[in-house]
């Protein structure tokens, strides 16, 4: 990926509620709606064994601007690091397949750590989704209503919004499992559904996976950060292509 797009950047038309989901993902307040202090703060999470590193050398500290030793990622950077992390990386060559890829990955690693009945539940209980797509200003008969998880997903994908969809699952996914609570509004619909369908115990389970283990860059908390972007990023898109049809008509 040649392209690289600023965190500060995406987060620039946000409105405040996507902020302060953003502002809890990276253990700020949630009054803190500030687009810069959010990129700074995923600037110190994604650099960790740096700050680690500065820290235990008090004299670098004080003679070296950090800055140049602990760089804030770019879009790409995050999606790149992520997907190496799942061991996905091989098969991304676009920006559009880190996206599709990173969400998928984690939804099968949960799957993988559920217990059978666990993953009963997400193939076969029924739940409403239309709150998902309300937040995105999806409105149709077909996707909308009782639903399955497994379900969801496969019309979201026929329906050209599997980005929007992968990526609001996998959230519910990477933030239970490290035992963050965001506030039900905070979450798209689909998400915080499954976390009450499913329940603590087999959110919990992933915690042991691979990319929540503290080496290098703290993935414990930043996989919940990037699919908050893809899937903020993806909302906005879908409002804004909808609201351009509406003027041409």
Not at 89 to 111: D, F, G, M, N, W
Request: aromatic share 8%; net charge neutral; proline share 4%.
């Amino acid at each position: 990926m040649t392209q690289q797009t600023e965190i500060i950047d995406l987060l620039a038309d946000w409105d405040d509620r996507d902020k302060i989901i953003m502002a809890i993902l990276c253990d700020l307040d949630e009054a803190t709606t500030s687009a810069q202090v959010i990129t700074e703060q995923i600037r110190w999470m994604y650099n960790s064994r740096a700050r680690h590193g500065i820290k235990r050398n008090f004299k670098r500290l004080t003679r070296q601007d950090t800055s140049k030793d602990m760089p804030c990622p770019s879009y790409e950077a995050l999606l790149a690091g992520a997907a190496k992390k799942l061991g996905i990386h091989k098969h991304c060559t676009s920006i559009e397949e880190y996206e599709r890829y990173i969400p998928q990955a984690v939804i099968v690693a949960a799957l993988a750590k559920m217990s059978p009945p666990q993953r009963d539940q997400f193939f076969t209980e029924e739940f409403n989704a239309t709150p998902m797509w309300d937040a995105a200003g999806i409105k149709s008969r077909e996707i909308g209503g009782l639903r399955t998880a497994a379900s969801v997903l496969a019309l979201a994908n026929a329906s050209g919004y599997a980005v929007y969809a992968g990526a609001t699952t996998a959230l519910g996914f990477a933030t239970h499992a490290v035992g963050i609570t965001l506030p039900y509004a905070a979450y798209t619909g689909l998400s915080a559904t499954i976390a009450q369908l499913i329940g603590p115990p087999g959110w919990l389970a992933l915690a042991t996976y691979g990319f929540f283990k503290v080496t290098g860059t703290d993935w414990n908390k930043l996989m919940p950060v990037l699919l908050t972007i893809i899937a903020t990023k993806h909302r906005h898109q879908i409002l804004s292509a909808q609201q351009e049809r509406t003027l041409n008509v």
